[in-house]
């Protein structure tokens, strides 16, 4: 939905979480790329950066794993 860099590389961090975010929190220029979603949910590296938004909470979760992570869902 919108660019941010490729996953890391890992090294020993290999969790990362996923929590939903609302759309209206989110920064116009991203709300306008999001098609009109209520809500998208964000991965976070341990350190908080955000990697992606993805519109679908399973689909974030794949994502994660094809990326060999371990998705841990925050609420």
């Known amino acids: 939905m ?3 860099p490729s996953f890391p ?5 290999s969790i ?14 991203i709300r306008d790329q999001i098609g ?9 590296a341990e350190s908080g950066e955000v990697l992606a ?4 909470r399973d689909q974030a979760f794949v994502m994660a794993r094809r990326n060999e992570f371990s998705p841990v869902s925050v609420h």
């Open 2 to 4: 919108t660019d941010y």
């Open 53 to 56: 938004l993805v519109g679908d």
């Open 16 to 29: 990362v979480y996923v929590r939903d975010v609302k759309a209206t929190d989110l920064p116009q220029e």
């Open 36 to 44: 009109g979603l209520a809500k998208v949910y964000a991965v976070h």
């Open 9 to 13: 590389d890992k090294g020993d961090k």
